[in-house]
């Protein structure tokens, strides 16, 4: 999962699929969450996103990290939140099999399944960033994020 800064989306998101898939062993999936910026770098997750998530039920720990080129090794899937974050990471690929790992979260969402990423459409696969925004845009963003993590997880139970 990877978002601007590593304290809100993304670790939000890292958090729904951690929890959601704890127990599964095939596939077995294992959950990282990135920023395509150094801000929070071993910061924790922002204050309102924790607080969100965990009334929600998830428990997850987190320190902000910064995305790296070597992440597409290490990661099946590269989950973006938005638009920069996308052009950011594929900027670091270092292959078309690297480019081919990158998708939006929300492109999971089946209500948004027909929206084509490189189309006019794309903004609205976005997962808008709720940073220092009320405590109602985080949790917009916590439904946004199960439904599309909803969607992947289908997508993956159906291989």
Same mark, same amino acid.
């Given at each position: 999962?990877?978002?601007?800064?590593?304290?809100?989306?993304?670790?939000?998101?890292?958090?729904?699929?951690?929890?959601? &898939?704890?127990?599964?062993?095939?596939?077995?999936?294992?959950?990282? %969450? %990135?920023? &395509?910026?150094?801000?929070?770098?071993?910061?924790?997750?922002?204050?309102? %996103?924790?607080?969100?998530?965990?009334?929600?039920?998830? %428990?997850?720990?987190?320190?902000?990290?910064?995305?790296?080129?070597?992440?597409?090794?290490?990661?099946? /899937?590269? /989950?973006?939140?938005?638009?920069?974050?996308?052009?950011?990471?594929?900027?670091?690929?270092?292959?078309?099999?690297?480019?081919?790992?990158?998708?939006?979260?929300?492109? +999971?969402?089946?209500?948004?399944?027909?929206?084509?990423?490189?189309?006019?459409? +794309?903004?609205?696969?976005?997962?808008?960033?709720?940073?220092?925004?009320?405590?109602?845009?985080?949790?917009?963003?916590?439904?946004?994020?199960?439904?599309?993590?909803?969607?992947?997880?289908?997508?993956?139970?159906?291989?």
């Amino acid at each position: 999962m990877v978002c601007m800064g590593n304290i809100c989306r993304s670790p939000m998101a890292a958090a729904v699929l951690a929890n959601r &898939t704890s127990e599964w062993n095939s596939p077995k999936i294992i959950v990282g %969450s %990135s920023g &395509t910026g150094a801000w929070h770098i071993g910061q924790g997750p922002h204050p309102t %996103s924790k607080k969100v998530w965990e009334k929600a039920g998830y %428990s997850y720990i987190h320190t902000a990290r910064q995305f790296q080129s070597s992440d597409f090794h290490a990661f099946d /899937l590269i /989950l973006v939140m938005d638009s920069s974050n996308f052009r950011n990471v594929i900027k670091l690929a270092d292959s078309s099999e690297s480019v081919k790992k990158v998708f939006y979260l929300r492109s +999971f969402d089946t209500s948004l399944s027909t929206i084509d990423p490189a189309s006019e459409q +794309f903004y609205e696969l976005e997962v808008p960033d709720p940073y220092n925004q009320t405590i109602e845009a985080y949790e917009a963003t916590l439904l946004m994020i199960e439904r599309a993590v909803d969607g992947l997880l289908q997508e993956l139970s159906n291989r």
